[in-house]
């Protein structure tokens, strides 16, 4: 009898850690989640929500750790906020406070920070046996086709993991998972040899960092188990991944879009000033006073009384 062929799943879930402490941004995320500080007027993970949905991704698992309750509660429904918008007719705010709601998310706990790898393998029981998609929350992406899809379109030609790469200065390859590439299966699509967590630039094999997306099977989840701790003392997603490639074909997809890192302070202050830049309610002023600031610092100006107590606040806090 001819055999009958396996279908292929569909890849319909997605998985965002969001359990870190947030530690860079302190004192703001002493009580606050990271993935709330808004770029201009939306949270940080909202973005990254979007990306999923409009990729086509119909449920997503959100892992969380302790004081991360904000998050859950920014997705939920308002009743009273959106009574109080419909009786003021305020019907522009209104669809923009339902656009977070009504969405399939679901939360789970990270009860210990033990890294990457171990927040993922929190979503075993919720991915099940298909594939699905991690996204970080430090990691914006803007393109034409989100990323997310287009790992999605590359699992539908390859039936294999995708993971996406950029490439970053030599220098700062200690910052990031970097894949040994093999010849390109097709243009911006690469067999890869190995996967390295955050060598040190000397031993960096090629300059094509992972960034923050990963398009995985749940085969994954029993090299995760098993897995043991790599850099920093963690559960490295990267080691998994790598081994994860030793028994079945693993792909990186170059990106070719644009990346905004809000994992640090300066990252998040220019994607806070490109974003404002496309804002329909403050992008003119924006601009206006984006040139009249760099006006003044060609000058040697822009000091403000904000500059003076600043900075009288850190002599202070150093004696």
Do not use: C, W
Request: charged share 30%; proline share 6%; glycine share 8%.
């Amino acid at each position: 009898m001819k055999k009958e062929k396996k279908e292929m799943k569909k890849v319909r879930k997605a998985i965002i850690p969001a359990a870190g402490y947030g530690t860079r941004f302190l004192p703001a995320t002493k009580a606050m989640p990271k993935e709330m500080i808004p770029i201009v007027d939306k949270p940080t993970i909202q973005f990254i929500v979007e990306e999923a949905i409009a990729s086509g991704i119909e449920d997503i698992l959100i892992i969380t750790g302790k004081l991360k309750r904000p998050i859950e509660d920014h997705f939920d429904s308002n009743p009273e906020l959106e009574e109080n918008l419909k009786a003021k007719g305020k019907h522009e705010l209104l669809k923009l406070v339902e656009e977070t709601t009504g969405l399939n998310l679901y939360f789970a706990r990270q009860s210990y920070p033990l890294g990457l790898g171990h927040a993922v393998l929190q979503a075993k029981a919720f991915v099940g046996d298909e594939p699905f998609v991690v996204m970080l929350g430090d990691d914006i992406m803007a393109d034409e086709v989100p990323l997310t899809k287009q790992l999605i379109e590359g699992y539908e030609k390859t039936h294999a993991s995708n993971i996406a790469v950029m490439r970053v200065p030599h220098e700062e390859t200690s910052s990031y998972g970097i894949i040994d590439p093999e010849a390109e299966a097709e243009e911006g699509l690469y067999n890869v040899r190995k996967f390295v967590e955050k060598p040190d630039p000397e031993d960096a094999p090629s300059d094509l960092a992972i960034i923050g997306r990963y398009l995985l099977t749940p085969q994954i989840f029993d090299l995760l188990e098993k897995q043991a701790p790599g850099v920093g003392g963690e559960i490295q997603l990267t080691d998994a991944i790598d081994a994860l490639n030793k028994t079945q074909r693993v792909f990186a997809k170059e990106f070719k879009g644009d990346r905004f890192d809000v994992g640090d302070k300066f990252g998040f202050l220019k994607t806070t000033i490109q974003y404002g830049l496309t804002h329909p309610q403050v992008k003119d002023e924006l601009k206006n006073y984006v040139i009249e600031l760099a006006k003044e610092l060609e000058n040697g100006g822009a000091k403000t009384k904000m500059d003076a107590e600043s900075h009288e606040l850190e002599d202070k806090q150093s004696k």
